[in-house]
């Protein structure tokens, strides 16, 4: 259905104040920038259901995941005939977080299709997480019949108006000639701008009618959308204002988050860095856009994020926000987050400019774009005879906290449950190159950012916005889906897994095999740190009793999965050597780790950056953070 407002209202209607950034190289299968396309008029008849299928063959689609069920089955007959594979999945929310995974490692959108009612309302989760991550993502959602919407009929429900707050712009198509229109209207919305997840509510009979096939041009999807323009340039005068703060500076910070992955600006990135040896943070979401090993990289900032990356961003005078938002697990108290700071805020949303700091120059625009701007701004100024300031003492400070306070934890006595982090230490150091890491939400998303050795761009997938327990395992599946090449390692907690589990099904029968690495701690690890910690250790429903059951190893064999068990250190490495060497079908290893482990450096929430809490065995370095 066509909203009943005027054309140029429409896209601000449908949340497009997310506009954003135009993935410069979308698809790994592109080296160039593709050519506008041009009008595929002809007299072919078909169905609106056929029309879909070709249409979404237009736009490259060579994959989808989903579920089949009443309303949306014609669109599911001519599927038999189309090169798009289909991965049949167990549950409609993993079919989303799958299209989050293809996507997150891609670059191009990932496809769900599913069905009316129910398995509309299941995506919620996985298009709220995408919209959150800014992840591109089309889903198609069945629709009962137009006579009978509105009615309370069988398996309908609202799909637009429930998904409405958590997509960048979604529809209810009412008639077969506009199939084609709105396809092309949520893949370009999707991937464009900052990216987002898009949806197309298609009634049965709308997919049952006949039409004759167009395709509409880029000039048409252009016209239909008079309000929808991102500005991906970036404004010269403040790029060149940029330059001189960032000339001036004393002690700059360059303050990266996911939105340089979405824009492709690793490269640009790295000029930057080169060109000033400006230290970097990389928020959670963009794990990977410089490689750890880099020496100007500080690591991931925030509540449980280094403890020289939290402080630089506290005692910098200069913050070179790119990409990122400010989000709350980041800033800490606002009030206290880096207060001697200007700031310099690159994004494609106009909307998150002076949302949550107000910056002293704002910046809206791709930021691969702005970003070789600022390079070659920088790089005039110097030239032209620019002093720069003597930032080794800022530097020496940096290299300090570094040694002072780097990321520890005690090795686990004889007898005694595993350590989490040595668990992750030995994966990452067993792990092929460019191993692709996806996990679920809590100690084991922390410890998995804090100890794995990021060097590539796009082998970090998680759920940083939403915090979506059970991503990890169906985002893996759709990793390894967009990259079969790479190894895919899946770490999740004994409550996440549960949560998701029976996609291994899906990733058995359809012959994805990926590999899962089970934090055991029988316990809501995260939630029962934080009853530790804030409420006097009252352990209130956290017990998951994991340890007792399920028995994870017979419940991955019963999923046609190899299962292993893993209880003392010396048999970390052997069963790690072994997973790593089955490559025809999944694998599950169980961790059984220690409860009490908790999660440091920490900011409690809520409070100052400066009050993080240090593991307690570097305690009386405390006073040295001042």
């Known amino acids: 259905m066509r909203h009943d407002l005027p054309t140029r209202e429409v896209v601000s209607f449908f949340r497009t104040t997310r506009q954003t950034r135009t993935h410069a190289n979308p698809s790994p299968r592109r080296t160039t920038t593709p050519p506008r396309r041009t009008a595929m008029t002809d007299t072919t008849t078909m169905t609106g259901a056929e029309a879909l299928i070709k249409a979404l063959e237009m736009e490259q689609v060579d994959v989808m995941f989903g579920l089949p069920g009443g309303c949306i089955l014609p669109a599911y ?17 993993g079919a989303g977080h799958m299209a989050e995974g293809y996507a997150h490692v891609t670059g191009r959108p990932g496809v769900a299709m599913v069905t009316s009612g129910p398995a509309a309302t299941n995506m919620v989760t996985p298009l709220m997480d995408a919209y959150m991550d800014s992840i591109p993502m089309v889903v198609i959602t069945g629709q009962v019949g137009t006579a009978a919407i509105g009615s309370d009929a069988f398996q309908e429900c609202d799909t637009v108006g429930i998904t409405r707050s958590c997509t960048k712009h979604n529809e209810l198509v009412m008639s077969a000639d506009d199939i084609p229109m709105a396809i092309r209207q949520a893949f370009h919305i999707a991937t464009t701008g900052r990216p987002g997840p898009t949806l197309v509510d ?56 996911g939105g340089m ?28 856009v410089l490689p750890d090993s880099h020496p100007l990289n500080l690591g991931m900032p925030g509540m449980h994020g280094t403890v020289t990356a939290t402080t630089a961003i506290q005692k910098s005078d ?137 060097e590539e761009p796009y082998t970090w997938v998680n759920s940083g916005g939403l915090g979506t327990m059970g991503f990890s395992v169906p985002a893996a599946i759709g990793a390894k889906v967009g990259r079969p090449d790479k190894t895919v390692w899946a770490v999740d907690g004994d409550g996440c897994f549960q949560m998701t589990a029976q996609e291994l099904v899906t990733a058995t029968v359809e012959n994805i095999p990926i590999k899962v690495a089970i934090l055991n701690n029988s316990w809501l690890g995260m939630v029962r740190q934080w009853q530790e910690m804030f409420y006097d250790e009252r352990f209130s ?28 250190p010396e048999e970390v490495a052997p069963a790690i050597e072994k997973a790593n060497s089955i490559n025809d079908r999944c694998v599950v290893i169980d961790f059984r780790t220690d409860a009490e482990e908790n999660v440091f450096p920490m900011v409690p929430a809520g409070q100052s950056n400066d009050d993080l809490l240090v593991h307690p065995t570097q305690q009386q370095n405390r006073e040295l953070l001042k």
Request: net charge negative; glycine share 6%; charged share 25%.
């Open 261 to 288: 992955l979405k824009a492709r600006a690793a490269e640009a990135l790295a000029e930057l860095v080169d060109l000033t040896r400006i230290p970097v943070v990389t928020t959670l979401m963009a794990r990977g």
């Open 202 to 257: 298609l009634p049965k009979d709308v997919l049952q009618d006949t039409m004759t096939w167009h395709w509409p041009t880029d000039d048409d999807v252009d016209a239909s959308l008079p309000g929808y323009r991102p500005n991906t340039k970036g404004h010269p005068r403040m790029i060149k204002e940029a330059a001189k703060l960032v000339v001036q500076a004393e002690r700059p910070v360059l303050y990266v988050g």
């Open 77 to 93: 007959d001519p599927l038999l005939e189309s090169p798009i594979r289909h991965v049949l999945v167990r549950h409609e929310q």
């Open 318 to 454: 200069l913050l070179i926000a790119l990409g990122a938002r400010f989000d709350d697990r980041i800033t800490g108290n606002v009030a206290t987050f880096a207060p001697d700071a200007k700031v310099v805020h690159v994004d494609i949303d106009p909307a998150e400019q002076g949302k949550v700091r107000k910056p002293d120059v704002p910046i809206v625009g791709d930021c691969r774009q702005v970003t070789e701007k600022l390079v070659h701004e920088i790089r005039a100024l110097v030239d032209a005879g620019a002093e720069v300031p003597d930032r080794s003492a800022w530097r020496s400070r940096i290299s300090g906290w570094q040694e002072m306070f780097p990321l520890t934890y005690e090795q686990s006595e004889p007898g005694a449950a595993l350590k989490p982090q040595y668990c992750l230490e030995q994966l990452r150091d067993a792990a092929p190159e460019g191993t692709i890491l996806t996990s679920g939400v809590g100690q084991h998303q922390m410890w998995s950012s804090q100890h794995w050795q990021f």
């Open 541 to 568: 429903e956290t017990n998951l009793q994991s340890a007792r059951v399920p028995d994870f190893v017979m419940w991955a064999e019963s999923m046609g999965c190899v299962g292993i068990r893993v209880e003392s």
